[in-house]
């Protein structure tokens, strides 16, 4: 498997759309309890950045995190930074302290079917730790890749395969599928809102 910054450098990016997908956006208007103006937002494997753009518009901090340098340098060179918008380079399993109980929402997109599904348990355990007590795991699930599991990325998944690692440390508040897609990816995706336990 190609690593993520040589594939960003060779330009082999299928899954970049150029913009946020519509999800976040539809979300935001069904479910505004979810979106707090002020909040500070965690965007794990954010790739070139486009889906922090509606949350810095609906006035919240952003950090786009993606382990690759690429990555990192097209979104900063994209959309540059401000006080509401940082982008680091980070692998989201070894995050600095800093970033500890520190984001009042994660949203997941892609980031999920991208690492290597013996490190899901492993995810769903580091997302924990970042998350404030009572906050949000807000994610888009690829859950209909069209690829077989061993062939990934996209590694397969599904909404029970999703619910099952997520559920032994976070609360479902939410679920459903999106109306809107990014075209392609219409009926294959599945939003799910998880809650951090007060006493996580
Ligand atoms: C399929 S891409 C999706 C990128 C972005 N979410 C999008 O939709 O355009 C997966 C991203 O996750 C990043 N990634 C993979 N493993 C990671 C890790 N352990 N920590 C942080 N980012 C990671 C990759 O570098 C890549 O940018």
Not at 38 to 61: E, N, T, W, Y
Not at 104 to 111: A, N, Q
Not at 157 to 164: A, E, H, I, L, N
Request: with cysteine; glycine share 8%.
């Amino acid at each position: 498997m190609k690593d993520w910054n040589s594939r960003y450098l060779d330009a082999d990016t299928p899954w970049d759309k150029g913009a946020a997908t519509p999800v976040i956006s539809e979300l935001m208007g069904k479910l505004p309890q979810f979106f707090q103006s002020g909040s500070k937002v965690l965007i794990p494997g954010c790739g070139r950045g486009h889906d922090a753009q509606p949350f810095l518009k609906a006035a919240m901090q952003v950090t786009g995190a993606d382990v690759s340098k690429e990555a990192i340098t097209d979104a900063t060179e994209i959309y540059g930074k401000s006080d509401n918008m940082r982008w680091i380079t980070d692998d989201i399993f070894s995050m600095p302290d800093e970033h500890l109980r520190h984001y009042d929402i994660v949203w997941e997109h892609t980031c999920y079917c991208a690492i290597l599904p013996e490190q899901r348990e492993n995810y769903v355990d580091s997302i924990a730790t970042l998350l404030k007590p009572n906050a949000y795991f807000i994610g888009t699930f690829f859950i209909e890749t069209g690829v077989p599991i061993e062939d990934g990325p996209p590694f397969f998944t599904s909404r029970d395969d999703v619910f099952q690692n997520f559920e032994r440390k976070f609360h479902l508040v939410w679920e459903g599928k999106p109306s809107t897609s990014y075209e392609g990816r219409e009926g294959r995706e599945w939003v799910m809102i998880w809650r951090k336990p007060i006493t996580g």
